[in-house]
């Protein structure tokens, strides 16, 4: 099998060359275990929170370690009566083509019968879409009628939070992108009121107000600080911010990360700002991914995938993402269906 590790910690924002491919011996699995072989692998943005020695939502990543990630695979070899060969699976297994899963952990079987994409339970129907529903739903308390604004929104999380807010009654749903391209998709495919071009609007506090002369009910951040700074002074009474992800924040040393100085908003208007590890909401994952099966099916969820091919193009497709170069879900082909 072969697998990516970490071969230098990043500094700054990562790249290609932090990483090494490595050919090793494909284990067994032992009492209890079962052998995937991957087909699908993402790469996650999250992840580069690990990369330079710090923790984050688990442990800083040691250097020589394989690379995190999720994967669509099928059991090859298996020492569990409750995962037999053959079982297409859903699992954490990382830059790899092949994973040891012992039951435990982020690991579920793909539903039959659903004529979607292997691929999309990586995506819309794997972490970044449950991260949309439960930032939106559990963390920012989601209400018809609320104003909602989406950062980082062109992205996976961020793409489903705003149509899920959308189909629930949302009064505004509005997206910061970086592209003219990413926004005239949140329009015109993904159902936005309207989205901003953060990085050709100039004045970026001048365009939230003007979209949203209101203010906001939930800021659902993807970005980190700036992004939070920029919009606490226009949270409305008892305004929701649901930190998602601080991709922005992720490849900077703590101390040259923006600042956030607009706290007194959390008093004057009685904001809460709170944020989410998805996996604590596991044992409701199977309802929400229910639904949003079926708005997929019913043309009510749209998504954009970028595939790549082969397991040697997951430094490159990881480094995009913090340059702006993915536009949607970036899903790695590892292996044959
Ligand atoms: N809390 C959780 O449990 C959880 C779980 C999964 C993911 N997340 C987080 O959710 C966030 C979104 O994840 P995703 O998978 O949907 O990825 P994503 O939004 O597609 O992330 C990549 C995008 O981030 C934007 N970006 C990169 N650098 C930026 C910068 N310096 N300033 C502003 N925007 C920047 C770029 O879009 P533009 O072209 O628009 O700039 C880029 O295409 C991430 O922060 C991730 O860590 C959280």
């Not at 099928?74 to 037999?84: F, G, K, R, T």
């Not at 305004?239 to 991709?247: A, D, K, P």
């Not at 430094?315 to 269906?337: H, I, M, Q, Y």
Request: negative net charge; contains cysteine.
């Amino acid at each position: 099998m072969q697998h990516i590790v970490l071969k230098s910690y990043c500094d700054g924002l990562p790249k290609p060359t932090d990483f090494a491919l490595e050919e090793i011996e494909t284990p067994k699995p032992e009492d209890g275990q079962f052998l995937v072989r991957h087909i699908w692998a993402s790469v996650d943005p999250g992840s580069r929170s690990r990369l330079s020695g710090r923790d984050s939502y688990t442990g800083a990543q040691a250097l020589g370690e394989a690379m995190g990630g999720f994967n669509v695979g099928i059991v090859e070899a298996s020492e569990n009566s409750d995962w037999p060969v053959g079982k297409l699976v859903t699992c954490a297994g990382g830059w790899a083509t092949h994973s040891i899963q012992t039951g435990r952990g982020f690991l579920a079987p793909i539903p039959k019968g659903l004529d979607l994409p292997l691929s999309y339970w990586i995506g819309v129907l794997g972490v970044p879409g449950l991260t949309g529903w439960f930032g939106l739903k559990r963390v920012g308390v989601f209400k018809p009628a609320d104003r909602v604004l989406v950062t980082s929104a062109a992205g996976p999380v961020g793409a489903t939070a705003g149509q899920l807010a959308k189909a629930g009654g949302a009064r505004q749903v509005v997206g910061i992108a970086g592209s003219d391209e990413k926004c005239r998709w949140l329009i015109k495919e993904a159902g936005f009121d309207h989205a901003i071009n953060y990085k050709t609007t100039g004045d970026l506090d001048a365009a939230i107000s003007e979209a949203m002369p209101k203010g906001i009910d939930i800021l659902f951040d993807n970005v980190g600080n700036t992004m939070v700074e920029r919009c606490l002074p226009k949270m409305r009474l008892n305004g929701r911010i649901v930190v998602s992800g601080q991709v922005a924040d992720y490849s900077l040393p703590l101390a040259e990360r923006h600042g956030i100085q607009s706290t007194d908003v959390f008093i004057t208007r009685r904001v809460r700002m709170e944020g989410l590890v998805v996996f604590d909401d596991a044992r409701d994952f199977p309802d929400a991914l229910t639904a949003m099966a079926n708005m997929i099916a019913k043309g009510e969820l749209q998504l954009k995938e970028e595939r790549f091919d082969g397991l040697a193009t997951m430094p490159d497709a990881f480094c995009g993402l913090f340059k702006g170069e993915n536009f949607g879900r970036r899903v790695v082909k590892v292996g044959e269906e």
